[in-house]
């Protein structure tokens, strides 16, 4: 059964860091970009980075560069996000998603994880 699982959300206040994780099960994601996706209540899903298979590219929402890192371990069929300067407006349910090359439409992604709920909240 092919899986991802995210983990490492939680609440957080605001300037503080989270770094999230997406495992992979049942397949390996060496040929797999990974992306980063979150939705708030009440708002559409959007895009929050992406990473390319061998890891040598990288993409960050323009509200996310500088804050958010995303990096990967495919010995540990493993990729990061990790989260710093933490704003009450990044509170959401953060998803990875694989498919063979970044892309910024969530619904080209072939698989998803459940999610993981990140606040930031004082």
């Known amino acids: 059964q092919l899986q991802l699982v995210e983990s490492g959300g939680g609440l957080v206040q605001p300037g503080g860091s989270l770094r999230l994780s997406c495992a992979a099960s049942?397949?390996?994601?060496?040929?797999?970009?990974i992306g980063w996706f979150r939705q708030a209540p009440g708002k559409e899903r959007e895009g929050v980075s992406c990473?390319?298979?061998?890891?040598?590219?990288?993409k960050y929402a323009d509200s996310m560069k500088g804050r958010f890192t995303i990096s990967r371990d495919n010995a540990k069929n493993t990729v990061y996000l990790q989260m710093d300067s933490l704003k009450p407006e990044d509170t959401a349910v953060y998803y990875c998603?694989?498919?063979?090359?970044?892309?910024?439409?969530?619904?080209?992604?072939?698989?998803w994880g459940q999610g993981t709920q990140v606040t930031v909240s004082s």
């Open positions: 049942g397949f390996t994601l060496d040929y797999y970009a």
């Open positions: 998603a694989a498919r063979t090359y970044c892309c910024s439409a969530s619904n080209e992604y072939n698989y």
């Open positions: 990473i390319d298979s061998s890891g040598g590219r990288t």
